[in-house]
């Protein structure tokens, strides 16, 4: 049965492995590998929350192992969406501004 320290382990591990690739997807635009480096960013995040681990539980490293595989695909999930919102909201004010400017 998993614990609430391994559930800490891997929320705060995700999380640390996310930040980076949110952040690289998030603010560049353009690039044919970017999603790749992203995702290598936040795993070598990942790997190096694990390795601060001062336990030698396997069964939280596991955990942590865990989250440094899902933490970035989360983190590029959310990044995806948020740039989306923002396109259709420029979008939206596009078509407000034409049809302002035909009636």
Do not use: W
Not at 29 to 54: K, T
Not at 62 to 87: C, D, H, I, K, N
Request: proline share 3%; no cysteine; net charge positive.
């Amino acid at each position: 049965m998993i614990g609430a320290m391994h559930m800490a382990v891997f929320l705060v591990t995700a999380v640390l492995a996310a930040i980076p690739a949110y952040y690289f997807l998030r603010r560049t635009d353009e690039g044919r590998a970017r999603s790749a480096i992203a995702y290598l960013s936040g795993f070598s995040f990942g790997i190096a929350a694990f390795l601060m681990l001062p336990t030698r539980d396997v069964v939280l490293s596991q955990s942590a192992l865990l989250a440094a595989f899902t933490g970035p695909v989360l983190g590029m999930m959310r990044a995806r969406y948020m740039r989306r919102r923002r396109e259709m909201k420029k979008l939206r004010r596009k078509a407000q501004r034409e049809v302002a400017a035909q009636g």
